[in-house]
């Protein structure tokens, strides 16, 4: 029988486990916003529509030293993202915290990684091509908007308020373990392994006006997306093993038709 002290005591923890929970519950909306305002101004900031500092504004300075700038920006972002999306970063957060806020976490970090990047950002305001012809233009600009529109359908095809920490909070204010992640292969998975990172690639090369600064970043965006392809796909078999090798050898990466 337990006495009053253990009882007391008992519903002490309990309450410092609800607002554990709430905590986390708050912490994983509050990211999740963030990314959000993070991801709005992502396709201000790459077509230099809207927001007030674009990939082609912002302080000016020597073509040297914007490249630098630039690239140690778009590092810090790489290394960021491909890092905390490792297994044994996750294995490590564990020890530290709930896993329920790891993805919270990772996508906190990774919009304020993006958020440095748009504030800090160097033109280079060298034109490479600037398309006149306003069909093809038109064309462009629409092909932009179904990169960006394909980001985000995807996104939701895979499970979008998971990818993004929403549904592992949720679960766990309600006092459920988070579950893994599951493999899903549904609607453009079927055709595509990696219709997200093919989203970006089209997002970020279509554009009616390239300077050399989008186009630096353009280029080290898209060779960075086939690195994490990589390590993306070293993990997804490690995780899902067979299953995952079998889908890699029957769907191409990112165009139909070539594997
Ligand atoms: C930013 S998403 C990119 C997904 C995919 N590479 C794409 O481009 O559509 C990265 C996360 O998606 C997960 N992921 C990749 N392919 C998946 C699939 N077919 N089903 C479920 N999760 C997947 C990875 O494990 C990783 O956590």
Known sequence: MSTAIEREQGSHTAFANFIGRTLALCYGGVSYLIFLGTFLYAIGFVSGLIVPKTIDTGAKTSALTAVCINLALLTLFAVQHSGMARQGF??????????????????LLASLALALLFWQWRPIPAIVWDIETSLLANLAIGGMGLGWLIVLYSSFLISHFELFGLTQVVGHFAGRVVAPMKFKTPGLYRLIRHPIYLGFIIAFWSTPTMTAGHLLFAAVTTAYIFVGIYLEERDLVALFGDEYRRYRARVAMLIPGIR
């Open 90 to 107: 996750k294995r490590l957060f564990a020890r530290f915290a709930s896993p329920a806020i790891e993805r919270s976490t990772y996508v």
